[in-house]
Each structure stands twice: as C-alpha cells, then as structure tokens.
DNA sequence: TTGTATGCGTTATCAT
DNA sequence: ATGATAACGCATACAA
C-alpha cells in the first residue's frame, strides 16, 4: 500500500558517504564532520527521508511508547486527562499509544498489541478497573500507572485524589451549609474511587450524628438521573446531596428539573466531584470538588522519568493527592431549579 | 530500564525447534504438526514469550498504525468522535497513535514521530487545519483522511458534514419558527467548516429577504459568551440565532442567563451545531444539528480498507454526510431563560 | 572523523 | 512439516 521509504543506506549511497555517518548525524552525533553532514542532509532532503525509529526500538529496548488504556470518554474529565496526558507525553518526548477498554474482556484483544508494539509503560485511566484487570496489565511485565484505583499490587503506581478525605470534605462542607439530611449518589457499588468517596462522606456524617443515605448506579448522567428520581421520591428526602462525580449531579439535576412531581427541600445543597467545566455553567453552579489532574499527571509523569533513568524504585507507589472544594452556588444558596426559588 | 522480553529464538531452543516453527505457531499458519505446536505453546508460557510486531512492520511495510491528530478536545463533539474511532480501529485489527496539535508549528514536532513510527496513515480531526499543516502531513506521504475540512488537496481525503447544507437548513428553521432578525455566531474566520456552515447560512436567509448579523470568535463557550454580549447589545437583537457548535450556543445562553442588563426578545430561537449531549439537558433543551460521526467514521474505515487492500484509489476524495437538524424547545417555543418567560 | 561488521526479532523464500 | 538463510533499517563496538 506504500511506497517505501528511503533509508539510511540510500541516504548514504547518495551522499557518497556510509550508512553510520548518516546515522550519526541524524542523531546528532558530534563526531561527523560539516562538510559530511551537509551531504547528508541534502541527500536526505533530496530522498525525502524519514528516519525509521522501529530498529532503534529494538536495539536501545526503548520505544518511548506509552499506552494510555481508557474507558468512558464521555466523562469530560477523562477526555481532559487524556488531552493534558498526551499533550505532557509529547513534551517528553513520547508518543501515545490509545487503548479503549470497555469491560475486562475488552483488556484481553488488546494487551497483546500493547505488548507487541513494546510499549514502556501503561497508563491505566480506566474508571473501573478490576483486580483480574491490573493483574493482566501488570503480566506485561510494564510498569502500570493507575489512576484513581487505589489497590495495593507489586508493579502498581497508583495516583489517587484522596477520596475519602475528599468525602469526609464534602459531609462537613454540607453539614455546616445546614444540610441535616444526607445522601449520597455515587458509582458502582465495587468501583474504588466510589468506594473511598462514600466512606469518607459517610464516616464523616456518622461522627457529627447525622445517617446519610447511600446510593449506587453508573458514574453517569443517566445514573444521577434515576437515583435522584429514587431518592427523592421518599418522604423525607434529603437537603443536602454528595454525588461521586459531576456527570451524576448533573443528572440528578436534570431529574428534579424535568419532574413536576419531585418536590425537594428548599433550599437543596449539591457537591458534586471532578470539577468538569459544566458545573460552572450557569444553570447549574454546582459546588464540586477538584482533582487536581494536573498535579496527578506530574507525579505520573516523574514516575516515567525515574522508569527511564533507571532509577531504583519501590516496586509499588501509592500516590494520593489532595482534592480541594470549589464552592459554588448551588452548596451555598442552594441548588437552582425553575419555578421553585 | 526493562528485562528483556523472551524472543522466538529463545522458546525455539527451549522447545526443541526451530525458530521459524515458533514463528509460524505464533501466526496460526497451519503447516505445524500439533506435537511442534503444543511443544511450543508450552515454551512460550514458561518464557512468558510476547510476540514482537515491529520486525513485521519492517519487513511487510504495514505497521497497522493509525495517527490521530486531535486539538481541542474540550468539544465534547471531539471527545465523541475519538473514542468511536478508536474502539472501531480495534476492531479492525489497528493501533491509534494519539497526536496533539495545538498549533501549526505543534505539527512540526509531532510529524517525524509519526513517519518514524511508520503509522500507516493520519486521521486528522483538528478543528483548525490550515492549508500549510495540510501539506506537512501529505508530504510523510501517506494518506490523510480529514475531519471537517473541506479542502480539495491531493492526497487528501476529506469527510465532512455537509455544513453548507445545515447552515441552509438552520436559517429554513428559524425562519419558519418566526424568527426575522437572525444571526449567526461562529467559530475563527477562516475555519473551513465554520465558512460553509456562515455562506450556507447567510444565502438561505438573503434568500428569503433576511439580512442576518455575522459574527466570529472561536469555537469555545467562552467564543459564545462574547458574541452573545456583543450581539444582544444591539438596540435591535436578534431574535433567532444559529451557532456555529453547541459549546458557542451554551456560551451565548451563558451571557444571556448571568446578564441582567441584556434583554433578548422573547422568544429568541437557537439552534446549534454537534448535538453534543450537554444540548439536551434540561436546562438546555438545544436544537442542534447532528453530525453523525458514526457514518463519517464508516467512511474513513472504508477508505482505510481499500488502502489495505491496495485497492486503486482516486488521489482525492471529499464526502459530504448531510447533516441532521434535531429540534428542541429552544427554536420551537423558545429558548428558556430565567425570570423571562 | 569515518567506515566495516554485527546484531536486534521477526517474516518469507528456499530447500529438505 | 521443518529448518536454514536472507532480508528489513538502523545502532554500535571496533578498526582504521
């Protein structure tokens, strides 16, 4: 389907000169003369040549290839972390390598290729990922990155916000706005990240005497929507909600705005969890807590450069960041809904 | 950094054959006895043997690698369109090399790893690709499938909605919908898809004795936002509004929910542009235009497909998908803002 | 500074 | 059915 490209040994024929010099100064070798390496670039110019990196994969056992395996771009969270991922990757100097998994099965077609192509390192923004999962990413015998599943296996890095902190945040936060009964609308029930948010929010309730009730569904707009719909369909329902992320606050939103039916306590105080861009939008102002992706993808990133350096390392990492509060209206006066302030 | 994975010579020895017998194992051919076979098998686990596809690349010219060059990913449209594309290129047996591309000059640190990593071709969905960038990426000399830029080049293949078409359809719309002072919010001057979707626009509404207001920014919320407080600040605001993409349109509402000296007519018509999901939230209700990624993404497959058949192919091509206008409450009773209607 | 020779891990073409 | 052998395009140790 193409034609070939010019190699090295073209180059050098051109250039009268051999296969190593023209190595060299593509390389940036200092040892090749000026005039050499004029030749060779006007020859290379001349060729259209393109350096192959794939030999030097397999000599230097480097490819600079990194697997980014994802699930649920829908979340704009991860579409954000995949985008700054990419973008910091490039800087150093290495290329992405995409990998969508949509359920574990999902993992087994594709794991081979990642391994095939020799990539260095995977990183794992999965929303949910499986123990069976981790252990299959880890048989590549590649250093895994994981971010937000917080499980403790040799040759795991994981970076987390620190959800149960985070959740702890949240209750107290709800708490002091005057939130007396409290929900919590979150994620798979054996997700991790859904997990430690629930544990902190509820663990935090308890200590200040208040029960909170517990929901679980999808990490989505349409799991917001339905356990709002349940949850506040009670005859005490809550004045004060956690969600375990933004897309499910926007959907439980969505349901006490669509339904006439729904009357919910006023004023009903919301935090929501990821900081998406839309809960600053102004119907919403949703109170939400930030990860901070940023700093989650240095501590990444510093892992692969230690990997690379061939620094001595722990042969797992449990990085947690801290996630911070950013308060918006809907935690302070309230959440808006039409006809009802 | 990383022990060395087993190679086929090492199970061949260990399994007691040769090393084209492991080859040939590892790729289904059928001409291995079962005995060759199970012995193999059996080396292979114990060494934990993955096979390296990069000495296939060399020696078959395909390395089943497709880029992906992205910009913008905070357009949910984009988030969208590249996970299908990467879940629907695994399927087909293909690697997505992800490549972020801000700028123009972005292009000329990216485009010597994608030709050094032999991808066999670039799908390019860069909201903004300019004629030079064009060219930089016909010249690795492989074949360019574009997203949404309308642009006769060879070597390029180009997919687009048909925006003229929609624009022309948009206008249509709110005119039968009542609205008399149109406007058009749009993305970059010269942005190919935001030129058809403005002339498709404006010629429909001369057409039928309109005069509408044209307006440029970026193709961001923010990009809306400022339109919207430019436009409406007119003493005569226009009453239907066609948006060059969703995020333009939520913007623009963004300016009219949070501004209380701006006063739209009632009711003010929109439509927008993606039929990203936020459109249909609640507090949205967006008519929009959907661009159905899923057909544009059918066709780059199948011009993929020919170019791995080796199919004679023409040295351009530009499809047009047509557009599909899905209505909402906002251009059918109007859009809905706060303590207005 | 430059060139020669060898090897990386496969696939493919021959023989056998 | 199996094995030997020659590529693929580059990096590198070594010789000159």
Redesign the pocket.
């Known amino acids: 389907m193409r034609k ?2 010019a ?3 073209d180059v050098a024929r051109l250039a ?6 023209v ?2 100064t ?2 940036g070798d ?4 000026p ?3 004029s030749k060779v670039m006007e020859a290379a110019q001349e060729l259209d ?4 990196l ?3 994969i ?3 056992q480097q490819s600079r290839l990194v697997a980014l395996v994802i699930g649920g771009m829908h979340n704009p969270f991860y579409a954000r972390v995949l985008e700054r991922f990419t973008i910091r990757l490039q800087e150093m100097k290495c290329q992405v390598m995409l990998a969508h998994v949509d359920s574990d099965d999902a993992l087994d077609s594709v794991v081979p290729r990642l391994s095939g192509y020799r990539v260095d390192a995977v990183v794992s923004a999965l929303s949910v990922l499986t123990e069976a999962a981790a252990n299959q990413l880890i048989e590549l015998r590649v250093p895994v990155i994981s971010f937000n599943t917080h499980m403790r296996k040799k040759g795991l890095y994981t970076i987390s916000c620190d959800n149960q902190q985070a959740g702890r945040e949240a209750a107290r936060h709800l708490i002091s706005q005057g939130g007396r009964r409290l929900a919590y609308l979150g994620g798979p029930e054996h997700n991790p990240a859904n997990i430690d948010r629930r544990r902190g929010f509820a663990e935090e309730a308890r200590a200040r005497g208040f029960e909170p009730v517990l929901s679980n569904d999808e990490f989505s707009f349409a799991g917001g929507a339905r356990q709002a719909a349940r949850i506040f369909a009670s005859a005490t329902p809550p004045d004060a909600v956690f969600c375990g992320n933004d897309l499910i606050a926007i959907g439980a939103v969505d349901a006490l705005w669509r339904s006439s039916e729904i009357t919910p306590p006023q004023p009903l105080r919301m935090v929501g969890f990821d900081d998406i861009p839309q809960t600053a939008w102004a119907p919403y102002e949703l109170s939400s807590i930030l990860q901070d992706e940023e700093a989650m993808i240095d501590r990444a990133l510093s892992i692969l450069d230690d990997l690379y350096a061939d620094v001595d390392m722990p042969d797992r990492v449990e990085l947690l960041v801290p996630g911070k509060m950013i308060t918006r209206r809907s935690s302070l006066n309230g959440l808006q809904l039409p006809g009802r302030n």
Chains 1, 2 share one sequence.
Do not use: I, K
């Open positions: 070939h490209y190699s090295s040994t009268g000169v051999s296969q190593s010099t190595s060299r593509f390389r200092t040892r090749v003369s005039e050499a390496r040549y393109r350096p192959n794939l030999p030097r397999m000599l230097t």
